[in-house]
């Protein structure tokens, strides 16, 4: 159990920050023309992703175990079919499928602290930064070596029982790294066109906006907050039961979020003022970019590998939570060790990833279905599709199924809050997600 309320915001905040905000977040709004995508994503957060992040919480409170026990115990204990714990199932394979390219990127990002410690980026342009990134993405080797890195990092650290070095991680670490975003924002605005970044960010234009986009600004919805596979559900099984579930959500939301939209408004000032640069660049955005900012930064070597071992942290923190749901359940229902349990994990995990190493080089033109390389498909088939069906599933199960009691309990609510929360988790969470569905079908049909 977490010793306080306050243990499980550092948590949960340390699951849902990471590369998502700060890699991802940036590079799917350069490639889908930025504002209108980041007002989808906004929308995404607060009418969906708040609600199914208190259901998953609730869920994980009221059933305090594994998330595929918790649904089993809720869905009997409400006179539920034995088909929910199929949400507990996907999450396992959507951690599983996730963790195998994050362990990539993260590798990345652990890369870069000796690349700006070393002074390779010290007044660098943007074609320098651009050839040393790409130089780097050309060797499978590399990026074997530094993703072998992370993920033995993040088995020991989970094989070892977490809350401990979880807790002062995010205490201390997501504060500087908050700091250091907005060092960056300010650099944007000093050298940067920071007029043109913070317009592409924040100007509704519709018709930059495609069909694909609002599949991808909802399935990052999930992605960033950590719903939808059951992590904040096996979290939330943690959770001591006097802590009001609406405010810790809520402040966890908006956490992410500002982390987000610092890392946009630091990165596309920078894209604006460089030759060469554009929003769509792709995976590589903020690893093309950032070292720029450091390279003319005073003291910008220390700072900037300081930056990136913070975003390495940021990535642990994540990861950690990714394998959450299958540890859980493997250590409750077999009694399994929980380090023979992680090195397996984390050994498949690292296995699967090596497709992903290769999409950046040998299988660049390698297509699986579509024009999709290995880490696209992956990708594709975990935060486009497994995260919003497991979401969409949670919603059906807490707003429908559970039974009213247990609801009554664990949120505590009455009166308008609570017809807020059930139109939510009822209507309007699962219309969204089915109306982006049917949408894209519609039109890729
Ligand atoms: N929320 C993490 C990020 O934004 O980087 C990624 C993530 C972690 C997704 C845990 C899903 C999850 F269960």
Redesign the pocket.
């Known amino acids: 159990m977490w010793s306080s309320r306050l243990v499980f915001v550092l948590a949960a905040a340390g699951?849902?920050?990471?590369?998502?905000?700060?890699?991802?977040?940036p590079y799917i709004t350069g490639e889908n023309g930025g504002g209108a995508f980041v007002v989808v994503y906004l929308a995404c957060i607060a009418l969906v992703g708040v609600p199914i992040m208190m259901a998953e919480v609730m869920l994980g409170r009221a059933g305090r175990m594994s998330p595929i026990n918790t649904m089993r115990k809720l869905a009997s204990a409400s006179g539920g079919s034995g088909f929910w714990p199929v949400i507990g199932w996907m999450?396992v394979l959507?951690?599983f499928l996730?963790l195998s390219y994050?362990a990539v990127i993260a590798g990345w990002a652990v890369y870069y602290v000796g690349r700006l410690a070393s002074g390779t980026f010290d007044g660098a342009d943007g074609a320098a930064s651009q050839a040393a990134f790409d130089a780097f993405l050309a060797d499978p080797w590399a990026i074997l070596l530094w993703q072998t890195v992370f993920m033995a990092v993040t088995v020991f650290i989970i094989a070892r029982g977490v809350a401990r070095g979880l807790e002062t991680a995010v205490r201390w670490l997501m504060p500087l790294l908050l700091v250091l975003l907005l060092v960056l924002v300010g650099y944007g605005a000093a050298v940067g066109d920071f007029a043109r970044g913070a317009g592409f960010l924040f100007s509704f234009d519709v018709s930059s906006l495609s069909v694909g986009g609002l599949l991808t600004a909802m399935g990052h919805a999930?992605?960033?907050?950590?719903?939808?596979?059951?992590?904040?559900m096996a979290y939330g099984a943690y959770l001591p039961g006097r802590t009001s579930i609406a405010g810790t959500v809520t402040t966890i939301a908006v956490l992410?979020t500002v982390v987000a939209l610092a890392a946009g408004l630091a990165i596309f000032p920078i894209v604006f003022a460089t030759a060469g640069l554009e929003p769509g660049e792709g995976p590589g955005l903020m690893f093309v970019t950032l070292p720029i900012a450091f390279g003319n930064l005073p003291l910008g070597a220390v700072v900037g590998a300081v930056f990136f071992l913070l975003v390495s942290f940021?990535?642990v923190t994540?990861?950690i939570?990714?394998t959450?749901?299958a540890l859980a359940f493997l250590v409750e229902q077999y009694n399994a060790k929980r380090t023979r349990v992680a090195i397996s994990l984390g050994a498949g995990c690292w296995l699967l990833g090596i497709g992903t190493v290769l999409s950046f080089n040998v299988w660049a033109d390698v297509h699986v279905v579509g024009g999709l390389t290995f880490f696209d498909f992956v990708d594709y088939v975990s935060?486009k599709v497994l995260?919003p069906v497991g979401g969409l599933l949670i919603a059906l199960f807490a707003g429908w199924v559970l039974a009213k009691p247990v609801v009554a309990e664990e949120l505590g609510f009455d009166g308008w809050q609570e017809r807020l929360w059930q139109a939510a988790i009822r209507f309007i969470a699962p219309a969204g997600v089915l109306v982006v569905f049917g949408y894209t079908i519609y039109q890729s049909v």
């Open positions: 699951s849902a920050v990471g590369l998502g905000n700060i890699w991802k977040f999450g959507a951690g996730i994050y999930f992605f960033t907050l950590s719903l939808g596979m059951g992590a904040i992410d940021a990535a994540s990861a939570s990714l959450e749901p935060y995260l």
